[in-house]
């Protein structure tokens, strides 16, 4: 099983009817490819098909591979400025972007994160971007924790793994 499902890469070909990308391109890559038949679909919610194919989870290998094939409306230019390692940043951020929209974090909003993982961390980064005022993350882990501070985590908790 081959593992990964933050990626970008360098677009080596394309098919002929694509015009958004062409080889030499830089791209992020969404890792979930739905069905778009089914309700979900249908009506916009594209990320919770049942039938979702995504990156590194059973059956479909993930992304740390010399190559992939994926359909170009999941592929999105990068610009200039983003190194690659950065645009595989764009689907873990997006997690966090969405947490915030989901809880309406602005100015006047206190946040507390569960998990200092890299979801936790981009989550920190966002709600930061979106102005919340004090974040607050917790975790069972110090290294994690410290590095949850360095990106801006106002207060973090050190959680026991004890009962």
């Not at 593992?3 to 080889?23: D, F, N, R, T, Y």
């Not at 999105?76 to 689907?91: I, R, S, V």
């Not at 207060?155 to 009962?163: F, W």
Request: hydrophobic content about 40%.
């Amino acid at each position: 099983m081959v593992i990964g499902h933050e990626c970008a890469g360098i677009i080596e070909e394309v098919g002929s009817e694509v015009k958004h990308l062409v080889p030499g391109d830089r791209a992020a890559l969404e890792p979930g490819i739905s069905c778009w038949r089914c309700e979900a679909c249908k009506q916009g919610f594209y990320n919770l098909c049942p039938d979702m194919k995504f990156f590194a989870t059973p059956p479909v290998h993930g992304s740390l591979a010399n190559q992939i094939v994926h359909p170009a409306y999941l592929c999105f230019k990068l610009p200039d400025n983003l190194t690659l390692e950065e645009g595989a940043m764009c689907e873990p951020l997006s997690v966090g972007i969405h947490a915030c929209r989901r809880a309406s974090v602005g100015p006047e909003t206190n946040v507390l994160i569960m998990g200092a993982g890299p979801i936790g961390l981009v989550t920190v980064l966002s709600a930061r971007a979106f102005g919340a005022p004090r974040i607050i993350i917790a975790d069972v882990d110090e290294e994690r924790l410290s590095m949850a501070k360095k990106v801006g985590s106002d207060e973090c908790i050190l959680v026991s793994k004890d009962s």
